[in-house]
Structures are given as structure tokens and as C-alpha cells.
């Protein structure tokens, strides 16, 4: 059994342009994880890596503008903290609830 990062998380991101919401699902495999984030935009793919109950990936936006961010996220049973990167932008706090 992995360190407990697979599930669904009500996640919020405090950025410019307000409280964005999304729902991230991860599902690990080892020090792997995929899965989706979905919000008001629709719903992407998403993999990147799981180092302890740590998780980082990066999100290729093309709305409202194309654009990578980098995120990295901490587990800590069922809550989540982490950020978002958003390059010349600055980097963004993310917090989030395990629903599941």
C-alpha cells in the first residue's frame, strides 16, 4: 500500500483571478500518479510523481491562455497543501479536502 495519496480532493487555488476549484483524482503507482483535475475550464489528464506523500506535475493550460504550471502538492491524511506555479506569474497557493 502506497503512503495514502490516491483519492479525489476538493482542491482550491488562490490565484489573480479569484478562488479557482477543481476536483484532482490520484491514483499512484508507485513513484508515478495519474489521474484528473477538473474544474470550471473542464477536466484534464494529469501524471507526474509521487515522492513519499509528496506529488508534482505540470498542468499545459490553453485557457484563458496557454501557459504550463508547475504544481506540487503534500498529503497529510486527508488534507492537502501545496502550489502552483504559473511562471512570470508568480507561484499560487493550492489547498485542498480529500472527498473519497
Not at 484528473?36 to 477536466?43: I, R
Amino acid at each position: 500500500m502506497m503512503a495514502g495519496v490516491d483519492g479525489s480532493y476538493n482542491c482550491v487555488v488562490k490565484s489573480p483571478l479569484g478562488d479557482q476549484k477543481t476536483v484532482l483524482t490520484v491514483k499512484s503507482d508507485g513513484a508515478r500518479f495519474s489521474g484528473t483535475n477538473a474544474g470550471a475550464m473542464g477536466s484534464m489528464d494529469v501524471a507526474g510523481d509521487v515522492a513519499g506523500t509528496t506529488l508534482s506535475w505540470k498542468m499545459h493550460l490553453t485557457l484563458p491562455m496557454t501557459m504550463t504550471l508547475d504544481c506540487e502538492a503534500t498529503i497529510d491524511g486527508d488534507t492537502l497543501t501545496g502550489k502552483v506555479g504559473a511562471g512570470a506569474f508568480g507561484s499560487f497557493p493550492m489547498s485542498g479536502t480529500r472527498t473519497a
